[in-house]
C-alpha cells in the first residue's frame, strides 16, 4: 500500500538534488532567516521553510537508508521516519493559513496568483 509513495520520494530525493544544485549555479540561493535587514514575518516565513528543508532531508535520508541502506540500521531508520507525518501536517496547516492570512491582508489576489500563474494582478 506504501509503494506509491515510496516512488513518489525517489522522484522527490532527484527534485530535492537539483534544488541544492541550483545555488551553486546563482539560481534560487538560500536564503538566510538571519539576515539583518528582514522584518520578523520575513525572518518567521525564511524559518519555517528552513526547518522544512531540513526536515524533508531527514525523511528523504531515513527512507532512502530503510530501503537501501544496512539491515542493522533499517528499525532506527523507520523509528525516525514515522515521524515524518508531524512536520509535513504542521507544515501544511502553517502554509494555507499563511496564504489565508496574505490573501486577507496585504497580499490580496495571492490565491488567484497561485492558481493562474500570473504575475500581476490585473
Ligand atoms: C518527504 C519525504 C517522505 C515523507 C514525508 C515520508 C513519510 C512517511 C511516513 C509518515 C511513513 C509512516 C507510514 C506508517 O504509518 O507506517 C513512512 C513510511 C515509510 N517510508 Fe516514507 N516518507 C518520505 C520519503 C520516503 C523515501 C524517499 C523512501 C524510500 C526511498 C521512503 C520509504 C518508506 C518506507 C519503506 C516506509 C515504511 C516504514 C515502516 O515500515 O515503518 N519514504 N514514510
Same mark, same amino acid.
Given at each position: 500500500?506504501? #509503494? ?67 539491515? #542493522? ?5 523507520? #523509528? ?25 491582508? #496585504? ?16
Amino acid at each position: 500500500m506504501w #509503494d506509491w509513495h515510496i516512488y513518489i520520494g525517489y522522484v522527490l530525493v532527484g527534485l530535492f538534488s537539483i534544488r541544492f544544485i541550483l545555488p551553486a549555479f546563482g539560481h534560487m540561493k538560500i536564503q538566510n532567516p538571519l539576515s539583518k535587514d528582514l522584518t520578523a514575518k520575513m525572518k518567521v516565513q525564511k524559518w519555517t521553510y528552513l526547518i522544512f528543508y531540513i526536515s524533508v532531508i531527514v525523511s528523504l535520508t531515513t527512507g532512502l537508508i530503510i530501503e537501501l541502506g544496512p539491515k #542493522d540500521l533499517k528499525k532506527s531508520m523507520e #523509528d525516525i521516519h514515522v515521524l515524518s507525518i508531524y512536520y509535513l501536517l504542521a507544515f501544511i496547516t502553517i502554509h494555507l493559513a499563511g496564504v489565508l492570512l496574505a490573501e486577507f491582508s #496585504d497580499q490580496k489576489g495571492i490565491i488567484s496568483r497561485i492558481v493562474s500563474g500570473s504575475k500581476k494582478e490585473e
